[in-house]
């Protein structure tokens, strides 16, 4: 039983260029399919990712059903995934090269329908995003990307963004300051803008 469990069954670099070109594959996989897909998948495209990974699980480990044999197909994924990781965060043309670049998608209020049509995606997508950030359509819009996680970035226009509460803090010391000037002039008590709890 030790010796089955221990005994590599076919050779140590072999398994390794196998888990190195099914790793490529996977990757080369993800990238076609696009970001859009990534970022909104549903329960259809989980079951096709567990059912990949059982299809992919024999090219990477052949003929050999050892421990040994599948602990280094796994020491040797986790290895080239940490090294194309490090690589991507050091190298901005192995980042694009892996993780694709941000597409924008609206521009000054316009839609790009070229973009949308290349990312699998549809205009209400936009607007149901335009609505989560507090817009109300895409006019609103100064710019939108998809970035390769395939998260959807939209930046509103100044004047359609919400108020944040640095904005009401300076339009309430703004007021505090017209009702001192009024009061000033007209030569009255100061009467306070705040309300009695």
């Known amino acids: ?40 998948m549903n329960t259809m495209d989980f079951v096709v990712i567990f059912l990949l990974s059982n299809v992919v699980q024999n090219a990477i480990i052949g003929d050999d059903n050892s421990l040994l044999g599948g602990a280094i197909g796994a020491v040797t994924l986790v290895t080239v995934d ?23 998608v609206i521009t000054d209020g316009r839609l790009d329908r070229n973009a949308l049509r290349r990312l699998g995606m549809r205009p209400a997508e936009l607007e149901h995003a335009v609505r989560v950030q ?7 819009v100064w710019s939108g990307v998809v970035e ?6 939209l930046d509103l226009r100044t004047q ?11 339009l309430t010391e703004r ?10 002039g007209a030569g009255g008590p100061t009467v306070s803008s705040t309300p009695r709890s």
């Open 1 to 40: 039983m030790w010796q089955d469990l221990m005994t590599i069954q076919i050779p140590v670099l072999e398994k390794v260029v196998r888990t190195v070109l099914v790793y490529a594959l996977i990757v080369l996989i993800f990238r076609v399919i696009g970001k859009s897909a990534i970022q909104s």
């Open 160 to 170: 359609d963004q919400s108020a944040t509460q640095a904005d009401v803090q300076a």
């Open 82 to 104: 940490q090294i194309v990781d490090r690589l991507a965060y050091r190298s901005p043309f192995v980042r694009s090269l892996v993780e694709g670049r941000a597409t924008p």
């Open 148 to 153: 390769p996680s395939g998260q959807l970035v």
């Open 175 to 184: 007021l505090a300051r017209i009702e001192a000037l009024l009061t000033a």
């Open 134 to 140: 507090n817009g109300e359509s895409v006019d609103q």
